[in-house]
């Protein structure tokens, strides 16, 4: 999937998702991703991972266009999975459950809700250089994930990667992480210097509206407390 793809489902989408405030979606992010991280139980990741499923539909997301994007915290997640699992194959499943599951937090964030208006919001309360960072970030990202995609294909042509071979899985991995910080590196330099040439000198103006709340806002607010609290409370069956 490239930006233009998100851009077009963010902007163009009509869904409950897309006509909810930006304020409700934002916090809503927090919560599943809090509940991502604290949960580490098999059981209650399962059940995140089908109420995100479910917002995807609620949210008329083309599954399709965005399942491929889990091939990727799936795969760098794959080293940490692998050394939980000698002690049991639950937590290998668990680590890269998280993985998945915050990255399709984000991803349901940022198809529901366009960029510009994150960042507006974010600019209420961080400063305005640290905004444009991440709104460069941001678009970097999908290109960085454009060359990781380039950089597969090559391995596996070249026979880099094997199934049943993981050492050399390992070392093909390690060997795009290095080429995509070195990319990382040069990509940032070459932006700086074009934002640089057309006068760029800190702060993009950025406006959002939050209040007055819409009722389904609310109701998104609260269902995302509701989620969080099912994650800490324990339990009886």
Not at 177 to 205: C, D
Not at 215 to 229: E, K, M, N, P, T
Request: hydrophobic fraction near 55%.
């Amino acid at each position: 999937m490239h930006l233009a793809d998100i851009d077009q489902i963010s902007n163009n989408g009509d869904s409950l998702l897309h006509r909810a405030g930006t304020v409700s979606k934002i916090a809503l992010t927090f919560f599943l991703l809090s509940s991502f991280i604290i949960s580490n139980d098999f059981v209650r990741l399962g059940c995140l991972m089908v109420i995100l499923f479910l917002l995807f539909i609620l949210g008329r997301i083309p599954l399709k266009q965005v399942m491929h994007l889990a091939i990727y915290p799936a795969f760098f997640s794959t080293i940490f999975a692998f050394i939980s699992a000698q002690q049991s194959w639950k937590l290998g499943v668990i680590v890269i459950m998280k993985a998945v599951g915050s990255a399709f937090t984000m991803l349901l964030l940022i198809t529901t809700t366009p960029y510009i208006d994150i960042f507006a919001f974010l600019s209420l309360f961080m400063s305005s250089l640290l905004v444009d960072i991440f709104m460069f970030t941001y678009r970097s990202f999908f290109i960085l994930i454009h060359k990781i995609q380039n950089s597969m294909k090559s391995i596996r042509l070249r026979g880099g990667y094997r199934p049943f071979n993981l050492w050399m899985n390992l070392k093909s991995a390690a060997g795009i992480l290095g080429v995509l910080v070195i990319h990382s590196f040069e990509m940032s330099e070459r932006m700086y210097k074009i934002y640089a040439l057309r006068g760029y000198k800190g702060g993009i103006p950025l406006n959002t509206e939050i209040f007055p709340l819409k009722a389904i806002d609310v109701g998104i607010i609260i269902f995302g407390i509701v989620i969080l609290v099912g994650t800490v409370i324990p339990w009886k069956i």
